[in-house]
Each structure stands twice: as structure tokens, then as C-alpha cells.
């Protein structure tokens, strides 16, 4: 088997996971689905330039996470347009959790949103998730304290209307969007 096959066999056992892990990063399917076209595209160009990459999954989610991490950064991202206006709707008291996770994550600054998806998606450890983001231990514990923050704040009002807090602890709530 030669090398184009096995990662085209790599891409397709893989495409379902890094699709997952992009909405959880982006919270918009379309966007994901961006995201992870530019990531494997990134990926085969760098496939075939090196020809010898270490891990291919560590370099893999390493792209993921640096490519929505610029997106974020350009300019034309900050506006959304929409042709009508969504909906306002009040708090729903049976709210679905994994709707009340997404929007919470949404609230995230984009690198903090890529620590608790690395840390509690992809249930990488703080050290794993440091090397994947080029950052220190110290940066990702810190993003990872602020982001827990900034969640129970958001989430708060899931727990007066009736979610259980176990249900908040960032490994079941992440994991339950899947």
C-alpha cells in the first residue's frame, strides 16, 4: 500500500472526529466543515512535502486548532450578516444541554475555546494540549481556569432551571454533544 492511500485511509477514518471537534471550536456546522477542509488540505500538502511526519494526529490536531485560531483573527470573521433577523426567544427552561454547552463555549475567547476542547473533547492532558497549541503548561492551565469561569457563569442559569451540576462537569458536558 502506498503512502497517498494510506492517508487517504487516515483522512477517512479520521473526518468524523476532527468535523466534531471543529463545530465544538467554530459552533456553526458550515464553518466546521470549512475548518476541516482547510486542516486536511494543510495536512496533505505537508504529507507530502515532509514526507515523514512523527505523529500524524498530533500534527493534525495541531493544524485544526492553529487554523481556527488565525480565522478568528481576520477581520471579515468579526461580522456576521443575516438576511433576517434571528429569533430572541427567552431563556426555555428544558433547554437541551448540549445547546446550552454550545452557546456557552461561543462566549469563549477563541484560544480558550481550543484549551477546553483539547483538554476536555479530545481528553488530551495539560502538557499534550500545550505542545498542540505552542503555549506553556502555566498559559494552559490558566486559559483552562478563565474559560471553567466564564462557563459556570453562562451555564448558571442551565442550573437553576433544573440541570443537575454533575451534568456540568466539563468531561460529561462536552462529551454529551457528541
Not at 485511509?9 to 473526518?15: D, L, N, S, V
Not at 485560531?69 to 429569533?87: N, T, V
Amino acid at each position: 500500500m502506498n503512502d497517498e492511500s494510506q492517508l487517504a485511509e487516515y483522512i477517512a477514518a479520521r473526518h468524523s472526529m476532527l468535523r466534531r471537534s471543529a463545530y465544538l471550536l467554530c459552533g456553526d456546522a458550515h464553518q466546521a466543515d470549512d475548518l476541516v477542509q482547510a486542516t486536511l488540505v494543510k495536512v496533505v500538502l505537508a504529507r507530502r512535502r515532509l514526507k515523514q511526519i512523527d505523529s500524524l494526529d498530533a500534527y493534525t490536531r495541531r493544524t485544526l486548532h492553529s487554523t481556527f485560531i488565525s480565522s478568528r483573527r481576520r477581520l471579515w470573521r468579526r461580522e456576521h450578516p443575516y438576511a433576517d433577523l434571528p429569533d430572541t426567544a427567552g431563556a426555555v427552561p428544558d433547554a437541551d444541554l448540549g445547546l446550552a454547552v454550545r452557546q456557552a463555549l461561543q462566549q469563549l475567547p477563541p484560544r480558550q475555546r481550543a484549551v477546553v476542547v483539547l483538554r476536555f473533547w479530545e481528553d488530551l492532558s495539560v502538557q499534550a494540549t500545550a505542545d498542540v497549541l505552542s503555549i506553556s503548561e502555566g498559559t494552559v492551565k490558566s486559559h483552562t481556569a478563565r474559560a471553567m469561569a466564564t462557563l459556570r457563569t453562562a451555564l448558571g442559569p442551565a442550573l437553576r432551571d433544573g440541570l443537575l451540576p454533575e451534568q456540568l462537569d466539563p468531561t460529561h458536558t462536552i462529551g454529551a454533544l457528541s
